[in-house]
């Protein structure tokens, strides 16, 4: 894996809760196609790749929908990945395969009470992007998931809702879920950030759960780049970040610094993050 000294040393510095992004998801975009190495490069089209998620459930509804510039693909490769998936050519060497076989099964799916394509071409996404063959990269969509998986199934317990029903995957988590009706489904022992979470779903103001979350991921994403601030690992944990800073850049900037330092400390003066998840 390359070293990318050059490249983030001349990166500006992230805040949360910053006025203004010295440095955009595009931009930074181009910075990695133009530095890194291939290898490097087929990596980080991972992230890139749930924007190519995002656009095929876009044209699956509509055919002429506006479509995330931020993806791998061209149109005209989206609709190719559409046509052979029609025709039950999968092809494996083009695109991801998961993709093809959401887009074959959208047309059977897309009436059915309670589908919501894009929860499940999202968790299609994540189950493939944890197979990343980079441990550090792997690790954060696992991560992801498993805290996707968690928020959902205690929005589902608290509003009297069949908690299985909403949960995706065959994973330790999922299976504790399904199997546990503790009010933490037993993971508190094993996880210990679930406490955290069960905390967030308690908090009635929407944007102060997703500033609460977007927190504990920040800080995660800190911890396993602060021996290594210019790997491949880094330049990936960056990406994460504009991503974030871009939702938080439509809240308050001053009250979101303000309220993302407090979090900040707070998650840093405890050890939260799992064994499983350390590098």
């Given amino acids: 894996m390359g070293n990318y000294y050059c490249m983030m040393a001349g990166a500006p510095d992230l805040e949360m809760g910053i006025k203004h992004m010295d440095c955009t998801l595009p931009e930074f975009k181009e ?40 993806g791998n693909y061209t149109k005209a490769q989206y609709h190719d990945l559409l046509t052979s998936a ?18 074959r099964q959208y047309a059977y799916n897309k009436d059915l009470e309670g589908y919501f394509p ?10 493939y992007a944890s197979k990343c063959p980079n441990r550090m990269m792997s690790k954060w969509y696992r991560l992801i998931r498993d805290i996707n998986n968690i928020l959902t199934a205690m929005i589902a317990r608290k ?21 546990n009706n503790s009010r933490d489904f037993d993971l508190t022992h094993e996880y210990d950030y679930v406490k955290d979470l069960m905390k967030i779903v308690d ?32 330049v990936f944990a960056y990406l994460c970040k504009l991503e974030m800073l871009q939702r938080w850049e439509r809240l308050d900037p001053e009250k979101g610094k303000a309220t993302f330092e407090r979090i900040i400390d707070e998650l840093r003066g405890e050890a939260r993050v799992p064994a499983e998840f350390k590098v």
């Fill in 159 to 179: 509003n009297g809702w069949n908690v299985a029903d909403y949960i995706q995957g065959d994973t330790k988590v999922n299976e504790m879920i399904r199997n």
């Fill in 203 to 234: 908090e009635e103001d929407p944007v102060q759960k997703e500033r609460y979350i977007d927190a504990f991921k920040w800080v995660w994403l800190d911890e396993q780049t602060f021996f290594n601030p210019f790997s491949i690992e880094a």
């Fill in 31 to 70: 910075q990695c196609e133009e530095a890194l190495s291939p290898a490097d490069k087929k990596l980080i089209s991972v992230f890139f790749l749930r924007y190519d998620c995002l656009n095929i459930v876009r044209l699956l509804r509509n055919p002429d929908a506006e479509l995330e510039e931020l």
């Fill in 86 to 103: 029609r025709e039950m050519n999968f092809n494996v060497h083009r695109y991801p395969s998961f993709m093809s076989v959401f887009a």
């Fill in 118 to 127: 894009e929860d499940e071409m999202m968790g299609a996404y994540l189950e």
